[in-house]
């Protein structure tokens, strides 16, 4: 069983098979020191302390938040709802003379 002392590392617990297992993810390169190494019969334990290596291998990801959506509708939303309405306009318009002109 590994202890580890760590400031990269994901917890995955909701995503995990055994959620009641505390399971993390590390990045790839993420290199750690031995603290400490217990042996309780058929059990060991190795405490593990992450370290910053000389020469980062990777960088980390940055973590991107989504912005909000504006409930404050757009200038093209109440452009095209204009446009929309000017053609109901003309098409009923339209409908008009079409039926002035069978009535004739």
């Known amino acids: 069983m590994f202890t580890l002392q760590c400031q990269s590392a994901k917890d995955i617990r909701k995503h995990s098979y055994f959620p009641a297992e505390d399971e993390v993810l590390l990045m790839a390169a993420t290199q750690f020191q031995v603290m400490g ?8 334990i190795v405490q593990l ?5 000389p020469f980062p291998l990777l960088q980390p990801v940055p973590i991107v938040i989504p912005k ?5 509708p757009s200038k093209a ?4 709802a ?7 306009k003309q098409t009923q ?12």
């Open 37 to 44: 190494c217990l042996d309780q019969g058929n059990l060991h």
């Open 49 to 53: 302390e992450e370290t910053r290596p």
């Open 68 to 72: 909000p959506v504006s409930p404050i």
């Open 77 to 80: 939303s109440t452009t095209t």
């Open 82 to 88: 204009v446009v929309t309405t000017e053609a109901k």
């Open 93 to 104: 318009s339209s409908k008009s003379q079409v039926i002035q002109t069978i009535s004739e």
